[in-house]
């Protein structure tokens, strides 16, 4: 799958693209491709299974919100696969019940990565341990402040900017999970969204979990994949309580 992404992104150029709800919001045959080929592999091995997924139709809610859930984000970062910001994109699966993710990967293929975290079990980046930073302080904190599309924007400017002010220094990937695996790295502390969707986290919730980390709502409250909830604040845990205070 990585390396099929890999040879469609240096195909870029005779790539079909397509828009969503904006003329921005980019969907390219990758996307289907990669959904069809996880979701087919998912029906095969566990059939009774839910699936909510990005693309084709599978993002209404499942029927048991609790119940056994995939959630696949085929590329997240879509923008950056297209126009060429590299490595800034990854494939995404998660797996879910009653609402907590359990299992997740996130693909990077850009930097040939594999992100893997099962609950209780810990993080892994290629098989090796990664656990997220220890800075306790926000004026030497590094947080990503995902811009997203303009369709979030003027929410981001009200909630974020005092964080903005407030933050040692800011980092946009625009990729979800490049903002969130960047936590469980260490690379990064913080990661702030207005308005994801469950299949843009969900993988990388665990993996930042099981780093070490913390993702809750905006206001620390906890996250159900499906509580209908949008706002998304995932860091190194020692962070929250102060990035709490400064979101308004
Ligand atoms: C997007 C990315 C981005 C976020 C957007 C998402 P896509 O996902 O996760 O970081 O800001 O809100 O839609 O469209 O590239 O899969
Ligand atoms: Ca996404
Ligand atoms: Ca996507």
Redesign the pocket.
């Known amino acids: 799958m990585a390396i099929f992404v890999r040879t469609k992104y240096a195909m870029r150029d005779g790539m079909r693209v397509s828009t ?1 709800r904006e003329a921005n ?2 969907l390219t045959e990758v ?1 289907l491709a990669v959904q069809e080929e996880i979701v087919a592999r998912i029906r095969t091995a566990f059939p009774e299974d839910q699936i909510f997924a ?1 693309e084709n139709g599978l993002h209404e809610l499942p029927a048991n919100r609790d119940g056994r859930t995939w959630l696949i ?9 297209v126009r060429g910001l590299f490595p800034a ?1 990854g494939v995404s699966l998660g797996f879910a019940v009653n609402g907590k993710p359990v299992a997740g990967g996130v693909a990077v293929p850009g930097k040939g990565e594999l992100f893997l975290a099962e609950k209780g079990g810990g993080a892994f980046r290629n098989g090796e341990r990664i656990v997220v930073s220890d800075v306790d302080a926000m004026g030497s904190a590094r947080a990503e402040i ?4 303009p369709w ?1 924007r003027e929410e981001i400017l009200q909630k974020f900017s005092p964080l903005m002010v407030a933050i040692g220094q800011v980092r ?8 969130l695996c960047s936590i469980a790295t260490a690379d990064m502390d913080a990661y702030v ?1 207005v ?3 469950p ?3 969900a993988a990388a919730m665990i993996i930042v979990e099981e780093a070490g980390g913390l993702v809750t709502r905006l206001d620390g409250s906890p996250i159900h994949v499906f509580d209908g909830g949008r706002g998304v604040l995932a860091s190194n845990r020692l962070l929250h309580d102060a990035l709490i205070d400064v979101i308004v």
């Open positions: 969503k919001d980019l996307d990005e984000d085929p590329i997240d970062g879509t923008q950056n696969f994109f995902d811009f997203s599309g979030d946009c990937h625009c990729a979800a999970v490049i903002g969204h308005a994801l969707n299949y843009d986290y």
